[in-house]
DNA sequence: GCATTAAGTATCGAGTCGATACAGATATGG
DNA sequence: CCATATCTGTATCGACTCGATACTTAATGC
């Protein structure tokens, strides 16, 4: 490999990380902390099978004990509400509660959208076609879940049976045209 | 703003995000934590006039009392040194050691430049222009410093006077060779 | 010379994070 | 059918981050 060829990487790779580190820095508003806000913005766009202990900690890339921690504290602010799945009684069912969905709408990270949005539409396009890449590439080697979109996924059978609500083949049960634009622990490509 | 404008952005800040995270979560590597691996990287690029606490926390976009914690940390394990600037005895100047060096050859963050590389050429060189634009658009309204390497900045003389080694304008100061490609705390273009 | 500003450190409290150990609930396999 | 593995989540520990606040000491400005 050139020395150039390194070095344009590593550019990248210290761009990613800065960037990534001054979203972070501005995650501390409103007594949370970065990994809160986070869990707050998961559970806003996860669907229902995916609102778990176990799926935060799939999308997090984290372990069981650490977001147990953060759950607990987000809890005692009042922001999520945990249920006891009825069908399986080890699982916990979570949610935003109203001042959960409050919360998202000073989110820090809003600031930032501006400063995307100054990228113009084809910049912002190509920048994000090159970061999915960059994504899927990685989680592919540490063996990571996408988290895509539910109707991009290949269980998802639309209109099925013919003319009644979309459908997931593996659970097996009927999704909203809502819940089709949410993300997935199970999404596969 | 259109509601596939405001979607299309989260969709960048989501996936920055959760590279951003990803990279972290392999930074925990050899009894290092995220930051110290980034301090050890900023104290590899960064020239003799801007490896100092302040430098450091202008960098990260953290605060001096963090900073200071995380240096001490590093002290202790031997990976990098402090010395008293002789110039102004407030100021410390930092340096790795060989220790410091060496615990960067076996940086986690090496791991993620296979997946950049796997973009190719051209995917890599868009990407690095437009997390450029996108770094530099966002530190403009926070006021932050784009910390560019020190060749590009408007302060550069280049070998002046004829002949001679380059140099800086602003602290009158000559630069190696090697100093011209490191970064800089006062660089601006 | 005296006030202001700058560079660092010390300390506090809440929380992250990996690691380990644990509990209860559900699968699996003879 | 029951033992055993696996899955889901919690509890606790220690090192550390991080913002906030309150210092110390040194340079600078008037």
């Known amino acids: 490999m050139s ?6 990487r590593k550019r990248v790779l ?9 979203m972070q820095s501005r995650g501390h508003e ?4 970065p990994v809160q ?22 999308y997090l890339g984290s372990t069981k004990g650490t977001v147990s921690q953060t759950l607990i504290a987000l809890e005692s602010k009042g922001l999520i509400r945990k249920k006891s799945d009825p069908g399986d009684r080890r699982a916990v069912r979570l949610e935003l509660t109203a001042a959960g969905r409050r919360a998202l709408g000073s989110d ?7 400063s995307v949005g100054a990228l113009g539409k084809v910049g912002e396009g190509t920048l994000e076609r090159n970061l999915t890449a960059l994504l899927t590439e990685r989680l592919e080697q540490i063996e990571g879940r996408p988290f895509g979109i539910c109707r991009t996924c290949t269980h998802f059978e639309k209109n099925a049976p013919e003319g009644k609500p979309h459908r997931c083949g593996l659970l097996e049960l009927p999704l909203s045209a809502d819940e089709s634009e ?3 622990v199970e999404q596969e490509s």
Not at 108 to 114: D, G, N, T, V
């Open 182 to 184: 949410q993300i997935c």
């Open 30 to 33: 409103l007594g949370l902390k």
């Open 14 to 22: 210290m761009l990613l990380e800065r960037l990534g580190r001054l």
């Open 108 to 114: 820090p990270l809003l600031e930032f959208a501006e």
């Open 37 to 58: 806000w986070e869990a707050l913005r998961y559970l806003s766009r996860a669907n229902r099978f995916s609102r778990t202990p176990s799926g935060l900690t799939a």
């Open 3 to 8: 020395g150039e060829t390194d070095r344009s």
